[in-house]
């Protein structure tokens, strides 16, 4: 595999069996022309009314919260799980907004700190590991962080043609690059040239590539590793990053910490529990702005072991 630096379009796509699918991103980019305090009230009423509907999704969410939040009152975890699905409604325009917005519109729209630290890992050679976590408004945090160091994206490519090419040509607003998910070797030539990617641990990707560590209150959540091998192979510096929607809901703020110290360790267990102790500490700056709807716990010690979702 190599890098992807443009999105291919074929004829294919405007079948008739896509012709749904074109007609929701006509909708979605009329939405560009609202304001954004607008977009945010609108996306609001969505969240509330998924919140009702998608029962699944809502069990989901309130699980995870009940889970990670064991000593939180009932009254708090109920307001944060609203919250949280008003967040997620917000969350649609957000991609709408990085994947079409102008440079100069994000640019009336954005706080960006901590650039110096990006800056100073590249001139000395070094290649950055963005490490961040499923905050609701990653995908505008990736577009305005384009604004001053373009680098590399990871990502999953989709199963659905349109949404892979409208996703590829959206985040190469944000991006010089894209790499699979998967192509780790990629990633490490990239770190090595040097450049930015980024990377994220705080899903679960399955038994084969996971160490069970604590997260919030659960004390054996399946957490990746790779933090660990991309540093050192791609001798590159970790660098913490957290972007959010601003309270006033009229911008967002992005703020990329200080490398982090004697990383990677000697154990890429204890690795990856200092990097679950990260994600916790940016998941608590905005609690209700995180992707709580991700089945984050699925994945169990052993295959005998209860859901934790049942």
């Known amino acids: 595999m190599s890098v992807v630096e443009k999105a291919e379009f074929s004829s294919d796509l405007y079948h008739p069996k896509h012709w749904p699918m074109w007609f929701g991103v006509g909708l979605m980019r009329l939405s560009l022309l609202l304001p954004l305090s607008w977009q945010m009230k609108i996306g609001r009423g969505i969240g509330r009314l998924v919140m ?7 069990h989901t969410a309130k699980r995870n919260i009940d889970l990670c939040f064991p000593d939180m009152s009932h009254a708090d975890k109920q307001q944060l799980l609203e919250r949280t699905f008003e967040e997620t409604g917000k969350a ?4 709408i907004n990085a994947w079409w917005w102008s440079n100069e519109r994000v640019q009336q729209h954005m706080t960006i700190k901590g650039t110096e630290h990006v800056s100073q890992s590249l001139d000395n ?3 950055v590991i963005l490490f961040a976590v499923h905050c609701l408004p990653l995908e505008m945090g990736a577009r305005i962080f384009g604004q001053f160091a373009p680098g590399i994206g990871v990502y999953r490519p989709h199963n659905n043609p349109v949404m892979e090419y409208l996703q590829v040509k959206g985040r190469l607003r944000s991006n010089k690059g894209l790499v699979p998910k998967r192509d780790v070797r990629q990633m490490i030539r990239s770190l090595r040239s040097p450049d930015v990617i980024w990377y994220t641990a705080d899903q679960d990707f399955g038994r084969s590539s996971a160490v069970f560590i604590p997260f919030f209150g659960v004390p054996d959540a399946a957490t990746i590793t790779g933090a660990t091998s991309l540093a050192r192979l791609g001798k590159a510096n970790v660098v913490p990053f957290f972007v959010e929607r601003n309270s006033d809901d009229k911008g967002y703020t992005l ?6 110290e004697n990383f990677p360790g000697d154990n890429e267990t204890d690795d990856a529990i200092r990097g679950n102790q990260i994600v916790e500490q940016l998941i608590n700056r905005n609690k209700a702005q995180y992707m709580w709807l991700h089945r984050r716990f699925k994945t169990r010690p052993t295959e005998d072991t209860p859901s934790l979702y049942d």
């Open 92 to 95: 649609v325009f957000d991609t």
């Open 125 to 127: 050679g070094k290649g």
């Open 52 to 58: 009702k509907v998608a029962g699944g999704r809502t």
């Open 255 to 260: 703020e990329i910490m200080p490398p982090l």
